[in-house]
């Protein structure tokens, strides 16, 4: 099922709500901003980060290379979009661990 932009641009801002929620739970001041992650995703083209398969954007989700549970932070130089195999396969493990670990 394809989105229409609308619903991306919902989907973008939830995104990035749940993730700043998330950061100040940890104590942490930081966020990148949903328009930071849009244009993130526009330049990824709607491609996975780690496997490079074509997701949509609409589809990739929030990935942490440094996750926040491992001192990471919440800036939009932390993030990547992520399809959700690879986001949930990579879990809480920093990239270099996820790699080292067959993803």
Known sequence: ??????????RIKG???????RARNMGLD????????????????GFCHYCGEWIGIGYLTVDH????SNGGSNTIDNI??????????????????????GK
């Open 1 to 10: 099922m394809i989105i229409g932009k609308k619903a991306i641009l919902e």
């Open 15 to 21: 995104q990035t709500l749940t993730q700043k929620t």
């Open 30 to 45: 930081e966020s990148f901003t949903w328009n930071e992650w849009y244009d993130k995703l526009q330049a990824y083209d």
């Open 65 to 68: 290379v440094v996750p926040l």
């Open 80 to 101: 990547v979009p992520a399809c959700s195999h690879c986001n949930f396969s990579k879990g809480s493990s920093s990239y270099p661990v996820y790699l080292i670990k």
